[in-house]
């Protein structure tokens, strides 16, 4: 539990700063209701603070070299390894996900500073032939200077790395705002940049809700906004930002993932990847599945077994090594969650599971007080004009399609959703297998697998409504650097390439 006493303060230019406002909030254990921590919420003052001493940090970070920026980055991998199992246990009693996922949240994190440490000692950029024999030209990258970092609280660890981590190697400074759900994770984060002695005003941290978050985006001196969150959000963070000449967001969002099961799926390696895809995180992830595409001939026996698991899945206390679903994150999202449960009954859902409302008994013993949901299960015809199918619930909200006919059947259901984050298919047949994985409109595919667990030495991003283009984790690279196309003339004279005349000609 955080210190109770006080209430946590911003981390701006090196200091823990109290808030010009007086307002606070709580953070509470989705799990049990109880209260974590109370943190002062930032205003469009602190943030101002916050990037001007970002602004301030900038050239003398700038002028550091990549390998002395990277030794403050592995002074926190350093950290996140040795506090492993301590600040697992805060992702889980902050956002609800069971204990294995709450420390993989924090080795995703490790996994991320290693690789944008490591890369400091890698080449960058490459070295270009020139049309002329005495010209040399190069690819290079500058940072863009202050970048705003707005997060989730699903991956309250991973993703701020996901982030933070090359940008900073690359030589940019940071103004980062964590989920209101997760503050103790971004204060147990600021702490590490504290310990590792990080210079004033390179990282800085405010807390707070969507108008914090704004202010941040608004901000004249923040040329980049980096987003990971929801598609209403983002969308409008990609709008804004991106009428405003020179200045950049990338923006990562949800999905409307599916996993495909053709007829020469092996049947146990189908259920897996489908309830691990569907369940995991009680379903709240970006990339979870919420839609099973099944072949008509394996449908009945698929179906079946599916619906076991979900009647029977593991709920629990999530820091219980034996529970796989653990509360959802707040109030909000349980009734999200119930609201398209209805509204898939409305538009014609044959219900097969409905744990939507546990029993008493279901719910672990002193943790009433939690947002506990199990898994609702339902079958639809994968041509039903129905939200349900399209829109993205984010939750154990799982809807089964059968179809007939070949492979680009499934895959002309699996791409009828605006969104294009994860999927996966599961075939025995290497045909179907790249038929998928040539036409499925996703940005991270898998196959025989769930279409969760991206590694981060691989781009995460989406198409279509899930992202804009510039894919985080390792190619968020993209995102915070300028590239200069350099070249440079070896020669005594000017010589031009594409036969254009270096001659200057004077009436004389
Ligand atoms: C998210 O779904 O919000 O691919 C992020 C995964 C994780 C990250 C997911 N590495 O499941």
Known sequence: MSNQSQIHRQYI????????????????????????????EGTATDVNRAVSAATRAFPDWRGLSY???????WGIFEELRDRHRELGEIVTMECGKEISEGKADVTEAWHMVEWAAGNARHP????????????D?????????????????????????????????????????????????GQALAELFDAVGVPNGVFNLVQGFGETGA?????????????????????QIAGKVGSEPGKLAACEMGGKNAVVITEHADLDIAIHSAVMSSFKTTGQRCVSSERLIVHADIYDAFRDAFADVARDIALGDPLDDRTFMGPMVDADQVEKFSEYNELAKAEGADVLVDRSQLDDAEIPDGHEAGYWVGPFVYELDPDADARVLREEVFGPHVALLEYEGDIDRAIEIHN???????????????????????????????ANLPCIG???????????????????????????????????????????????????????
Not at 124 to 135: F, L, M, Q, T
Not at 479 to 499: D, F, K, P
């Open 137 to 185: 030209s190069y690819m290079r990258r500058k940072p863009r200077g202050v970048v705003g970092c707005i997060t989730p609280w699903n991956f309250p660890v991973a993703i701020p790395f996901w982030h933070m981590a090359v940008t900073l190697v690359e030589g940019n400074t940071v103004v980062w705002k964590p989920a209101e759900q997760t503050p103790w994770c």
């Open 124 to 135: 960058h950029g490459e070295v270009v032939p020139s049309e002329i024999a005495g010209k």
């Open 215 to 235: 202010a941040l985006v608004d901000h004249d001196d923040v040329d980049t906004v980096l987003f990971t969150g929801s598609a209403e959000v983002g969308h």
């Open 67 to 73: 390998i002395d920026r990277a030794e403050y980055l």
């Open 454 to 508: 991206a590694e981060v030495q691989l781009p995460f991003g989406g198409v279509k409504k899930s992202g804009n283009g510039y894919p985080s984790a390792r190619e968020v690279i993209e995102a915070v650097t300028e590239r200069t196309a350099w070249t440079l003339n070896n020669g005594s004279e000017i010589q031009m390439a594409q036969g254009l005349s270096a001659d200057i000609k004077t009436g004389e």
């Open 13 to 40: 230019d090196g200091e823990w700063r109290s808030s010009d406002g007086g307002e606070s909030f709580v953070s509470e254990n989705p799990a049990t209701g109880e209260m974590l921590g109370r943190f002062q």
């Open 416 to 446: 009828d959703t605006e969104y294009g984050l994860a999927g996966s298919i599961i075939s025995e047949d290497y045909r179907q297998i790249n038929r998928y994985r040539d036409y499925a409109e996703v940005g991270l595919g898998y």
